[in-house]
């Protein structure tokens, strides 16, 4: 997804994303896993809601991405302590960050090995880095399982995954050692087949990927078998899990 996409989503972002509630749950995983005497570092901070909760707790925290209708809000609660940034080209010096975080970021547009590689360089030896990652556990109902099959497709080489199974050996390969997950909070929501359909229409899918030609056909493809799963008015309750996963900097 590029910058101006987020721009035109950026009025609507946080009440259609669980609003102050997901910011706040998001601050509490995290925050127990930061040391409040250094700053953070938020990769993808977005409109700044889960930044401005990590802050509420006692944290200073800085912010950088790459969309300016986003940031606009960001700086409207963090002050000049956000940046227009592309993840994949940080302007941070080397080895001078002690802790960054990124909620939601590695499944949004920008491919998740250059990211790992920069945040590899950012960090000091012995560094954290924190993701919450979007996509981090499948749902295994019969809406997950054609969610997922339309996400392989349209990302063959996992490069927008954000999964423990995906980001781990990336990070190896890069001096960050994945720790394993922590802050587990269970989750838990409804959809129908039928909502889910419309929502790939109305950009879930054509605003994560740049949807066109083949991509295009795709989505509509499972748009259509998602209508033609039995009782496609009927929600389905999909449990997942938010977690936190944590990599720290080889020393
Ligand atoms: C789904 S939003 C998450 C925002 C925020 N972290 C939150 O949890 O509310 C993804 C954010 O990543 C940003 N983003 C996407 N690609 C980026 C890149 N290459 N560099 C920096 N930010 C990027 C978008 O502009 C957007 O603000």
Redesign the pocket.
């Known amino acids: ?1 590029k ?1 101006a996409e ?1 721009d035109e989503i950026a009025p609507g972002y946080d009440e259609s ?1 669980g609003g102050t509630e997901r ?1 706040a749950g ?1 601050a509490g995983m995290l925050a127990p896993l930061l040391d409040p005497a250094r700053p953070v570092l ?6 700044g ?2 930044a401005a909760e990590l802050a509420a707790l006692g944290h200073t925290v800085h912010g ?4 300016p209708g ?1 940031l606009a809000r960001a700086r409207a609660r963090l002050g000049a302590r956000v940046a227009v ?4 080209r940080l302007p941070v010096r080397s080895g001078s960050v002690d802790q960054a975080v ?4 590695l499944h ?3 491919d998740n090995r250059a990211v790992l590689a920069e945040v590899a360089r950012i960090l000091r030896p012995g560094g954290r880095y924190l993701v919450i990652p ?1 996509g981090g556990t499948r749902p295994t109902d019969d809406i997950g399982v054609l969610v997922g099959e339309l996400e392989d497709r349209l990302d063959p080489d996992g490069s927008r995954r954000d999964g423990p199974e995906w980001l781990a050996p990336i990070a190896a390969a890069h001096g960050l050692v994945y720790e394993g997950t922590a802050s587990e909070r269970p989750t838990s929501f409804a959809v129908s087949p039928r909502a889910m359909a419309e929502s790939l229409t109305r950009g879930l899918f054509t605003g994560a990927w740049a949807v066109g030609g083949e991509a295009t056909r795709l989505v509509d493809e499972t748009r259509s078998r998602l209508l033609a799963l039995p009782d496609p008015e009927v929600p389905r309750v999909r449990k997942s899990a938010d977690v936190v996963l944590t990599f720290t900097r080889r020393p």
């Open positions: 997804m910058a987020f994303r910011a998001f938020d990769i993808g901070v977005g409109t809601i889960v950088l991405d790459l969309s986003m940034a592309d993840a994949c990124s909620t939601w970021l949004a547009g920008p979007a």
